[in-house]
């Protein structure tokens, strides 16, 4: 099963490399993303160690001059905690959208009735699918989020917050498990929005739809819930996992071999 | 033993609209049998029903007894299908399509190599392999297509207008090695429009139109292969 489900997944991956305009746009979005972050934080550094700076930042925002300190620790904050907010939500995104043309694309370029033909389950192909759609975006979003990340938690502005910082076990098990756990949940949805769907509008239309509740839910699991700790994270991370598996199951029962459906 | 395809009262509704009704037909191995008809009658149905992608709503489709849609999902690979769009991956190469296609019946490249080679250099295609098939005209995917139906060695072969948009001399290509391959025992259903290809390519003919309205046997009536001084000339100075 492995095998073929790797099978599935690799001549995704072929196709996503041959486009390579597609894998930069994926890639400028998460550094984009960590450039905003990073600049505001450090400026943020800059002004919290020379005072006179402050003083003429609270020249330019007359509400900074009451706690100037305490204003950019409040502000540092607000930074890390949109960061966090950010990174997982654009993964969920991008993710949703490459899978709501993941069968879609058989589809449409003939194939599909070639696949289910084959010997292979439709909980292989719809697991092929999404892992095929979710490594691409994994790969800068672990690159260059995570060294965005990792250089924001030296800073010192950023010292009151490590909480939601690598390497607090909370992040380390946001980033790195409950993220991609739950990418591959909607993923899922969204591939399988995409076998029952006959056209792209509607797929896209239905995407979007997903996309909106999956974002924000999943984006308030992982970053909404950081401050609570590793043991909520790694509660996120396992729901995401039932939530995944369940979906694929689910999914696989979706699918169906009668062209004509 | 010679493969038996068989419908029996085989129909199809869809939304309360009769696509095709009861078909009872059977075909053997070492035949053609052409499906011939008008848009919508149902043949395209029909052969997916062959294939096992449609189930039927009334009726069984089976291959030597199995019903089609259960041979779909073993691991006999004992149905090849070629439809009118050929059905690959655009951003691949060719020989990166073969071995995706033999690899989910769990052939190695080496196999697929092993396989595809002699017919791949009959069909011209050995120099493009390695080329994207974006960059191939119709007519070259769609003999990619044949090779890779060919792949499994399949008992029955399944084409839905193969032909269509492709020039004379491919059409003649793969009208010639479909024969070949009924001659050397498969069970072959051909979807076409071209009547001249029906007669002198098959045994049989059924008309389908909403169901089955007759069947024809052609042995005797079959015409020669595209000939003439026209044919002769687009081949020679119109075939790369």
Redesign the interface.
Known sequence: MIGRVLHIARREWREQLRQPAMLAVVTALFVAIAFIVVSALVILDAIAARPERSEALGAWFPSFTSDTSSAVETFAGFVVGASTWLVFTQLLGIVAVMAGHAVLHDRQVGTLPFLLLAPVRRIELLTGKVLGVLLPPLVPYALVSGSAAAYASTLSVAQPHLALLPPSPAWMLAFLVGGPIWAAFVATLCAIVSSVSHDVRTAQQVVWFVMFFATFGCGYLLAGLMPDGAGVQAVVAGMGAVATLGALFAGSQVISRDLSR | MTVRLVASGAA?S?RGTDVLTSVDLEVAGGEVMALIGPNGGGKS?LL?MF?????PSAGAVTLDGTPT?EV??????S?G?I?A????????TGR?NLE??G???GLSAADVSARAGDMVRDLGLAGVLDV?VAAYSSGMQQKLSLV?AQLLRPRVLLLDEPTANLDPVSTDTIHRIVRRLADDGMAVVLVTHDLHAAEWLCDRVAVIAGGLRAVERLDGARVPPPTGRLFELYRAWATP
């Open positions: 199809r869809w149905t997916l294939a096992g992608l449609v189930r849609h779909a999902t073993s691991s006999s690979g149905i299908l439809t769009t050929p059905g690959l991956y655009p951003l691949l990166e995706f296609f690899g989910l019946y994207k890779r």
